[in-house]
């Protein structure tokens, strides 16, 4: 395969994703059809797997101050 066949190669992944994640939308597309087909409430988002956490806001830093005030309660 040519280094330009291969750039066309991923440009087409790009725009029809090939491989493991889109078979995880098929997966998660037909499980909350099922599930909606029972009476469920499951939607796509619920049935498909999140294997990358996402990112959370970093917590503002705590003085030391606040830190035992709020330990004691005060």
């Known amino acids: 395969m040519s280094a330009s066949e291969f750039y066309y190669w991923v440009a087409f992944d790009k725009l029809n994703p090939i491989g493991d994640e889109r078979h995880d939308w098929h997966a998660a597309q037909i499980a ?7 009476g469920g409430k499951a ?6 797997i999140k ?3 996402e990112k959370k806001e970093p917590k503002e830093p705590v003085s030391l101050f606040d830190a035992l005030s709020n330990l004691l309660g005060k």
Do not use: M
């Not at 939607?43 to 498909?48: A, G, I, K, P, V």
């Open 43 to 48: 939607s796509f988002d619920d049935c498909l």
């Open 32 to 38: 909350s059809s099922i599930y909606r087909s029972q």
């Open 51 to 53: 294997f990358r956490e």
